[in-house]
C-alpha cells in the first residue's frame, strides 16, 4: 500500500492579490512536494486580515497532513499571520522567551518594538532549527509559518521536505503532434481503463516538436506503465513525436 501525505499553501498578503508582487513560492513548494510524494491539495491566497487568514486555517488545517503558510511574519504592521492563526487555532499570541532572548543579544542596545514583534508567536509554537537558517520555523500543531521572502522561504522548505517524504510519483510523458481535439477520446478510454492514473494533457502552441504534452503519474510504477502502454497502442504511431 503507498503512503499518502497530503498538504495545503496558505499564501498571505496584499501585494500578491494586487500584483505588485509575482508569487514563486507556491510553485517552489509545489516542485519541492511532488518530489517528495506529498499531494498539495489546495493553495489559497489571502489578504493581510487576521479574520481571513484565521478561516483558512479553520478549513484547511483539519483537511491535511501538513499546513504551510507563506508571508506576514515580519515586524511591519502588515504582519499578521500569527495573530490570524492564532486566532483560527482559537489560541492566544504570546512571546517566545528563547527568541526574546535571541533578539536581545542580537540588537543589544537598538532593540526596539518592531523587533520584539519577531518574537510573536502562536502559543505552544515549537521552534524548528532544521538546516543552516539564522533564525527558527516556527510549528504549531500541523502548520508551519513560513516567511513569505523568496530566498528564505526556498531555504527553509528544503531544510524541511524530507521529514514529509512518502511513496514517490512515477511519471511518463509522451509528446504528441495531434491536436488536443483529436486525442481526447483515447485519453478518456485510458482514463476509463485505469481509473486511478493522474492523466495530464496540456496543449502547446507554435511549437515546431509537439502540439499536446501528456502526463501519466501514478505511485505505482508497474500501474503507470500499463496505462502508458495502453495509450500508444490507441495513439496512431505517426503522431507520438517521443516519450519520457
Keep these: 500500500m503507498t503512503q499518502e501525505t497530503t498538504a495545503a499553501l496558505v499564501v498571505i498578503g496584499n501585494e500578491i492579490l494586487s500584483g505588485k508582487i509575482a508569487d514563486g513560492n507556491s510553485h517552489f513548494l509545489a516542485q519541492q512536494l511532488r518530489g517528495a510524494g506529498v499531494t498539495l491539495a489546495r493553495i489559497v491566497v489571502v489578504p ?9 486555517v479553520r478549513t484547511l488545517a483539519p483537511r491535511v497532513d501538513v499546513l504551510f503558510t507563506s508571508g506576514g511574519v515580519g515586524p511591519t504592521h502588515d504582519d499578521v499571520t500569527i495573530a490570524g492563526v492564532a486566532q483560527g487555532l482559537g489560541r492566544g499570541v504570546i512571546r517566545h522567551p528563547a527568541l526574546e532572548k535571541m533578539l536581545r543579544d542580537y540588537f543589544g542596545d537598538r532593540l526596539n518594538a518592531s523587533h520584539l514583534k519577531l518574537a510573536d508567536t502562536v502559543e505552544g509554537t515549537e521552534l524548528d532549527y532544521a538546516g543552516n537558517v539564522s533564525f527558527p520555523t516556527f510549528r504549531v500543531e500541523n502548520i508551519y509559518i513560513l516567511p513569505g521572502i523568496p530566498e528564505i522561504f526556498r531555504e527553509k522548505v528544503l531544510a524541511l521536505r524530507d521529514r514529509f517524504a512518502g511513496d514517490p510519483f512515477h511519471l511518463r510523458v509522451v509528446y504528441t ?4 481535439s483529436a486525442i481526447a477520446a483515447f485519453l478518456d478510454e485510458t482514463l476509463a481503463r485505469f481509473p486511478a492514473l493522474l492523466l495530464g494533457s ?7 516538436e509537439y502540439r499536446v504534452r501528456i502526463t501519466l503519474e501514478s505511485k505505482d ?12 497502442a490507441m495513439l496512431p504511431p505517426e503522431a507520438v513525436v517521443r516519450t519520457e
Design 48 to 56: 493581510d486580515e487576521i479574520e481571513v487568514i484565521a478561516e483558512a
Design 177 to 180: 503532434r495531434e491536436l488536443e
Design 202 to 208: 496540456y496543449p502547446k502552441l507554435n511549437d515546431p
Design 221 to 232: 510504477r508497474g500501474y503507470v506503465e500499463r496505462a502508458l502502454a495502453a495509450l500508444l
